[in-house]
């Protein structure tokens, strides 16, 4: 890349990146209430995602061959008991990826 593509690159991404930064200021200010179906989308897809996220993870599991799934159901418990107990979602993400890194690393 000459210079002037590269000034040109970080240009449009400093742009792009202070577009997504403020554009959501513009469109909703403080002074006017937020409409309600971004009030309902903010409702519904975090739990959208974190269900995608877990089809996601499970769509290669073979419960007929290699470690039958086992790591991948104890890792599922181990998400859902730090759930329940402490109720921060980073916690039990982190708490299950360790889990399973662990698992399969070392056991299976």
Do not use: E, R
């Given at each position: 890349m000459t210079v002037a593509q590269r000034l040109l690159t970080?240009?449009?991404i400093v742009l792009g990146t202070m577009l997504t930064r403020f554009l959501p200021f513009l469109?909703?200010?403080a002074d006017k209430p937020t409409p309600g179906y971004v009030r309902y989308?903010?409702?519904v897809?975090?739990?959208a995602v974190f269900g995608l996220l877990v089809i996601y993870c499970l769509k290669n599991v073979s419960l007929?061959?290699?470690s039958h799934g086992l790591p991948e159901a104890i890792?599922?418990?181990v998400v859902a008991a730090l759930h329940l107990w402490k109720r921060q979602m980073l916690?039990?993400?982190a708490g299950g990826t360790v889990?399973?890194?662990l698992l399969v690393q070392l056991v299976f």
């Open positions: 970080i240009g449009v469109i909703f200010p989308l903010g409702k897809l975090p739990g007929f061959s290699g890792s599922i418990g916690l039990s993400i889990c399973y890194m």
